[in-house]
T-cell receptor
């Protein structure tokens, strides 16, 4: 299983860009990188997924360097409502189910 | 996600009691999961099922059992509840996407307290 390492917590202010980096040194060739967001007392919600380079959607961007040993979730111009826990997952559908949620990064956005 | 429902939403029970948590989905997904979340921690996988006849243990299956009654229903049972099973329980579903990792869709959670 590819283990992921993320900062336990981060603080930011409204309007700032937030970058959360995840390390996954043992990522396998067929693994994808997926990020989820979780608000208190709710289930996680999919944000973005990528395999390499850069992926962007209406919510976030995901940057993956060529060696794929890390990835960075970028949230542009955060608001108070972006306060949540963000999980980085590594896995795919090759070689059996192996997607594991770690402890995540608790982001706190201040006014 | 309203397409994934869990019952009950809250439950208080006593040590030694048998309890069942139920999950239903209208997304038409073959894959279903049960997770447990303790305060301040991430989610830990209890069991997962990739179709009606498939049941697999996750990281922490001891003390739990599951039943996949139909494509849309996946139940989690605690045969004899103990206090350290007090937690927030989530059900999730997904559909395979080739080699890509599935997108999992989560229910609202069941808060279980074992006294």
């Amino acid at each position: 299983l590819a283990k992921t390492t993320q900062p336990i917590s981060m603080d930011s202010y409204e309007g700032q860009e937030v970058n959360i980096t995840c390390s996954h040194n043992n990522i396998a060739t067929n693994d994808y990188i997926t990020w989820y967001q979780q608000f208190p007392s709710q289930g996680p919600r999919f944000i973005i997924q990528g395999y390499k380079t850069k992926v962007t959607n209406e919510v976030a961007s995901l940057f993956i360097p060529a060696d794929r040993k890390s990835s960075t979730l970028s949230l542009p111009r955060v608001s108070l409502s972006d306060t949540a826990v963000y999980y980085c997952l590594v896995g795919g559908n090759t070689g059996g189910f192996k997607t594991i949620f770690g402890a995540g990064t608790r982001l706190f956005v201040k006014a | 996600d309203a397409d994934v429902t869990q019952t009950p939403r809250n439950r208080i029970t006593k040590t030694g009691k048998r309890i069942m948590l139920e999950c239903s989905q209208t997304k038409g997904h073959d894959r279903m999961y049960w997770y447990r979340q303790d305060p301040g921690l991430g989610l830990r996988l209890i069991y997962y099922s990739f179709d009606v006849k498939d049941i697999n243990k996750g990281e922490i299956s001891d003390g739990y059992s599951v039943s996949r009654q139909a494509q849309a229903k996946f139940s989690l049972s605690l045969e004899s509840a103990i206090p350290n099973q007090t937690a927030l329980y989530f059900c999730a579903t997904s559909a395979p996407r080739g080699t890509r990792a599935d997108t999992q869709y989560f229910g609202p959670g069941t808060r279980l307290t074992v006294l």
